[in-house]
T-cell receptor
Framework: DGGITQSPKYLFRKEGQNVTLSCEQN?????MYWYRQDPGQGLRLIYY???????QKGDIAEGYSVSREKKESFPLTVTSAQKNPTAFYLC????????????FGEGSRLTVL | GENVEQHPSTLSVQEGDSAVIKCTYS??????FPWYKQELGKGPQLIID?????GEKKDQRIAVTLNKTAKHFSLHITETQPEDSAVYFC????????????FGKGTSLLVTP
């Protein structure tokens, strides 16, 4: 929200297919993050990037991949290796070093059929 | 790494009453503690935060208290209104070594008229 655009908002996928979730920001923030949200589980960190062309795994990176070719964009690919991909995915941005507020997008809900 | 625990998981109060949500953290070096509010189908939004050099912070009906010795912090909402109904998340960060917030599992607050 407020300069972060996630798309699509809803996505359905068949088992075995890869899917890419888009996250674009115009806040000029260096750091970008992907979190996964499941009922009763809070927000769990998948990947984060502090600067272009660099990113690090979070707590639950298995089955996911990311790229950071531009400052404005941080797409997340949910691969067929992710065993339980149905979830609500949230992209966030913030200042370098995580010393301040995180701004979240509106989220993308992925359902695997 | 940092572990943040949040209680209660659900909370129901009558309009006008106060609501208190509590969190504990494990890393004594954590120094930044934000609270986020998430409405249904949307991304979380920061409502208040506190840093380790402060014991309490207020913003109108919302306040946060921090006890560094006990490693816990709390969110207090006074004069609750139905629009306060949402899921609230606490988080913690050691900005000297960490780069992403660690979130609690959330509290679903319901304010009944």
């Amino acid at each position: 929200d407020g300069g972060i655009t996630q798309s699509p908002k809803y996505l359905f996928r068949k088992e075995g297919q890869n899917v890419t979730l888009s996250c674009e920001q115009n806040l000029n923030h260096d750091a970008m993050y992907w979190y996964r949200q499941d009922p009763g589980q809070g927000l769990r960190l998948i990947y984060y990037s502090q600067i272009v062309n660099d990113f690090q795994k979070g707590d639950i990176a298995e089955g996911y991949s990311v790229s950071r070719e531009k400052k404005e964009s941080f797409p997340l690919t949910v691969t067929s290796a992710q065993k339980n991909p149905t979830a609500f995915y949230l992209c966030a941005t913030g200042g370098t070093g995580g010393t301040g507020e995180l701004f979240f997008g509106e989220g993308s809900r992925l359902t695997v059929l | 790494g940092e572990n943040v625990e949040q209680h209660p998981s659900t909370l129901s109060v009558q309009e006008g009453d106060s609501a208190v949500i509590k969190c504990t953290y494990s890393d004594s070096a954590s120094n930044y503690f934000p609270w986020y509010k998430q409405e249904l189908g949307k991304g979380p939004q920061l409502i208040i935060d506190i840093r380790s050099n402060v014991g309490e912070k207020k913003d109108q009906r919302i306040a946060v208290t921090l006890n560094k010795t006990a490693k816990h912090f709390s969110l207090h909402i006074t004069e609750t209104q139905p629009e306060d109904s949402a899921v609230y998340f606490c988080a913690a960060l050691n900005s000297n070594s960490g780069y992403a917030l660690n979130f609690g599992k959330g509290t679903s607050l319901l304010v009944t008229p």
